[in-house]
């Protein structure tokens, strides 16, 4: 086990021997692995969104067990998904990458201002997959963030009991934001702070711009002179709001992009001490070949051997 490893594992000295070695399975895993740094596959999409605006781009998409290959494939770290694609394929490429249930989902079949997911899944499923994780989305500026504080609080616990690491998409949203307030710096430092106060081993946050949303919050990075013209003093800010950099913090990739700047924010993050990506549509709304070489090409930017171009 590398030394940067042995570090990242000792900022969990209250949890037990299972959970850290899960921990240490998604940390040791891939091209990556032993860096410190992560690329993981989520591919929970075709719930949040609709399996077509989802998988249309790229037909393959639609079979569960694409994704196992094409994350397997391109040495990412972990494979997150909910229930039904993991039971897909999770006997068949049992032990050949680190897989994470995510165990609440939400629809866009009748969205709401104020949105929150049904838990979809229950720790035991995980356990009888095989995952090294489970994961769960809270949405900070919801009405109803505090049922989904109270649910993770009690089925992190449970996880954590059984062996297993706690992965949280903290994604700000609801009637209290505003629409440009979801990615606001001051929001997404936020949300990464409440899922750090939440037990997360793992958080996934978006990538922040510099609008600040709260009049209160403002005042202060105004007065204390809080970095945020770059996108990577904006990323160090984030993770500087996870204990200092001392919990695992990723940033979402979001909608398909141009691959410039896909490469562009993964620069960012590397440079402004992010762990690392967690990209879906980016990766498997793309033709295979191109998906493989598009990792390739962000790994190596984590891995420091990417030149920009």
Known sequence: MT???????SWYGSD?????ANLARVLNAGTLG???????????????????RSFAPN?????????FELAIETGCSAYAAPLGFLEAGAAEFAGEIPLILKLNNHDLLNEEEDPISAVTAAVRDALRLGCAAIGFTIYPG?????????????????????????VIWSYPRGSGLSRAGETALDVVAYAAQIAAQLGAHIIKVKLPTEHLELD?????????????????????HVVQSAFDG???????????????????????IRDGGGFGSI?????FQRPRAEAVRFLAQVMGIYAGSDAES
């Open 3 to 9: 030394k940067r490893v042995q570090e990242i594992l």
């Open 59 to 67: 037909p393959a998409g639609y079979n569960p067990l694409y994704h």
């Open 142 to 166: 919801s009405t109803h963030r505090n049922r989904m504080y109270e649910q993770i609080a009690e089925i992190g616990a449970e996880a954590k009991a059984v062996g297993l690491a706690v």
């Open 16 to 20: 037990n021997p299972g959970t850290r």
């Open 279 to 283: 990209i879906g549509r980016n990766s």
């Open 216 to 236: 209160a919050a403002k005042r202060v990075y105004e007065t204390s002179r809080i970095p945020l013209a770059t996108l990577a003093d904006r990323v160090r």
């Open 246 to 268: 001392r919990r695992i913090v990723i940033f979402s990739g979001g909608a398909r992009e141009d691959d410039a700047a896909v490469f562009e924010q993964a620069r960012a």
């Open 34 to 52: 032993g860096t410190g740094r992560l690329v993981i596959l989520p591919v929970d999409q075709g719930f949040e969104h609709g399996p077509a």
